[in-house]
């Protein structure tokens, strides 16, 4: 089972930021919160991760909570090419196994 | 963009053929992966590799097989297609030296098998 708990579904109008919740209430301290989307049809793909500090790259922003037990992903102007499903995962870095759950469905509106 | 392809993209085939399912990376990536998602379901690991002649099986159970022969290479096999191997496969690779372990997917082969 996988050990996050995202929404099934998420709508942003876009333009707007959209913020991706994800609860890892059972992290451990070697545990990194990775983020990866999959656009319809297509492979998934790696978007940001980070392990307590908030991190930002040019897709997307991390927001970490203090006690780890939950996370944000920040897409700060959603577009359309932005929706996909989005997959919070927790894994230890050198962990080569990816549990991927069911993820979020996000539907950016025009 | 990574470098990481599959072929065929679609498969459409009838029960008891066998089939190959051809991924290729060049990357020079160590590990490779691969991934079976029904639709609209969740990704599972069937297989992965370490490395050339290193084959492990995954969370879920699979009944098709792999080879690593070439770092390049990691084809995937059903000696007898059924109705219940109809999904997505994806196979992935990561960099043995990447610190941030991220794996790289390429876009899949539908497999339908009538």
């Known amino acids: 089972d996988a050990k996050t708990t995202q929404p099934p579904s998420m709508d942003c109008a876009e333009g707007r930021a959209a913020n991706l919740p994800c609860n890892h209430s059972?992290?451990?301290?070697?545990?990194?919160v990775y983020w990866y989307r999959q656009i319809h049809s297509q492979g998934p793909q790696y978007i940001i991760h980070g392990l307590k500090n908030n991190e930002t790259n040019e897709m997307a922003s991390l927001i970490i909570t203090e006690d780890r037990k939950s996370s944000t992903l920040i897409l700060p102007h959603a577009t359309l090419r932005d929706t996909a499903v989005y997959y919070c995962i927790v894994r230890v870095a050198w962990d080569d196994k990816i549990i991927f759950g069911k993820g979020t469905r996000l539907h950016i509106l025009p | 963009e990574a470098d990481i392809y599959q072929t065929p993209r679609y498969l459409v085939i009838g029960t008891g053929k066998k089939i190959t399912l051809e991924c290729s990376q060049t990357?020079?990536?160590?590990?490779m992966y691969w991934y079976q998602q029904d639709p609209g379901m969740e990704l599972h690991l069937i297989h992965y590799s370490y490395g050339v002649n290193s084959t492990e099986k995954g969370d879920l159970s699979s009944e098709s097989t792999v080879s690593r022969i070439r770092t390049e290479h990691f084809p995937l096999t059903l000696e007898s297609a059924r109705p219940s191997h109809t999904s997505q496969y994806l196979c992935a690779s990561s960099d043995e030296g990447d610190r941030d372990n991220e794996q790289f997917f390429g876009p899949g082969t539908r497999l339908t098998v009538l």
């Open positions: 990357m020079g990536h160590d590990k």
């Open positions: 059972t992290i451990s301290g070697n545990e990194y």
